[in-house]
């Protein structure tokens, strides 16, 4: 959360993506900080998925990422 | 809370004699004269022989009752209060109560003790709970789990070093000591030209560390910085290293137990390090002054921590700084200069006042550099060995400081531009290649005396400046 | 400890309480997008495809990685960030 924050200092425009597992984490980091970030929420868990399955993670989550970095539309849920 | 409508209500702890002693008296009351409510502050099994015994531990109704003694005994009717007591008094419980033979066994009187909402503490944490708070500054939400420490870090509003969070307690605590409002306004705090309020002030005296009994120095600290003469904008948004330092005259500076001895520039007091960091932080937090934005400094200093001591005033051959612009010894003031830090003097040998003022001199002479003469001043802070020299001669300040200025004459053949050139210098000075210049042509050398007097060493604080802009300012500090 | 614990602001409260995030680009047209990979495993893939998806649609990509997960992204890190990328996504925390 603070790379994020300090990158959107520096002027570049950023999303961040997790897994549904890190919700309410992001939560407390971003009151912590004082700062929201744009936020996509992929499937947990990742640690024990084949390449395919990561891919397919990948692909789903593709049109929400860029739909972050160029609108409002990334917002946490 | 809500009292009963007509009847009587005590207020009392277990942990007190005289609420002990009233016990019977209690009783009798709740057996002829009911209804009777007993709010206990401290342990609920206070009496099992009364039928009303209220748990009170979060002293929430004790807070609103405004309850100072144990026991309070009070009358309501309509819900309102009529009269109260306080402590054990047999005359004045018979007439409250009407019963005319209470407390025939008791002795006729005996105080009560102090009610637990004056406990340590207590009295800003209930109003944080119960009441109005007072203040108007935003509120922070954190999280339980968060550390409150790395979220002032987090949020920048520290100077590098961890700073005491500021909770609405520490805050009301804080603002104890000063009967000034908290919505009053203090300074405009460059470089955003902020009003900055008293609370505001103690939020971030908070943050520094400072005891609510150093309030009144921190307020005449920032009022005295703000002020125009000092420049404080031109002090932070320079490529210079120069802090705004703080020196303290007069009395309140024992009072609050400020370190004008043995390493005064240093840290270990205190009141020294917090009340110049609070200046630093409010300039920071409140005005926007900040490194790497309007803060340009090339190479800073650790001063732009804090810079905060008082003058040695202890020995009375020597009148003070602020004597000498002519307050009185019995004022108390804060004066506000610029200052790189301490550049170090050191004379083992001189035994005599000229000696020693030419040790001096050649020292002055290489501020900025020996050709430098434009837009700087310094103060020589003259240690406790090297003052000894000046008493034992009986040469006064004003003495030192004319064998000085005599001693710091620079050919203007060696006369380098400063920032500003030769600017401030008269014409002629200009136009005599073959004349002399003063060192501090524009701006002031000012004697003080501060340090340890094992060894001897005296001081020099340079600093960017003068008789034109960032001056030194003197404010009185008021209690 | 659950409780939510409050500090007062310090500050000119000229800023947001939760700072904003940036204004968002118009489209990703002609920008350089950063995957930054913040060093869990198994994001590699995840970001891998990612990368072949951003270059498919035409758009130029430049990979960085952090040291480690639990660190800050170094200084240094972040600057060549700002002065190679437009936009950056960092992935994948879980």
Redesign the interface.
Known sequence: MHDIKSLEELGVVSVAVATTEFRIAANSQSQALGYEPALVFVAHPIQDRTNAELRALAEGAFEEIVAALTSQAGEPR | MKLLDDGLVAVVKRDCPTCELVVPVLRSIDRSAPPLEVYVQDDPHYDEGLRNVVDDHELETSYLLDVETVPTLIRVRGGAEVSRIVGWNRDEWRSLTGIADLGDALPAQRPGCGSKTRDPGMPARLKVRYGETG?G??????????D?E???F??G?TDGLPVV????ER?LDMLTGTARSPGEIVAV?PP?L?PCSV??VA??AV?AGCKPEYMPVVLAVIETACRAEFGLHGVLATTNAVAPAVMINGPIARAIGMNAKGNVFGQGNRANATIGRTLQ?VVR????GRPGEIDRAVFGSPAKYTFCFAEDEEDQRWESYAVSLGYSPQQSTVTIFPGDGNTPVIDHTARTPEELCRSFAGCLRAVYNPGHVVQLQAFLAVGGEHQQVFYQAGWSKARVKEELLKLLLVPMSEVVPGRAGTDGLEEWQVAAKDGFVPKFATGPLNIIRAGGSAGKYSAIISGIGGNKTIRPVTGEIKL | MNSVQILLDPTAETAAVSQPRIARVPSLEGRTVGLLDIAKPRADEFIDRLDELLRARGLAVKRYRKRAFMERAAPELKQKIRAECDVVIEALAD
Do not use: F, H
């Open positions: 203040l500054s935003r509120l922070i939400e954190l999280p339980g789990d968060v409150p790395e979220a002032c987090d949020r509003w969070p500021p909770t609405q805050v705090i955003n902020v609370e505001k939020i971030n943050m932080l937090n409140v005005g926007g």
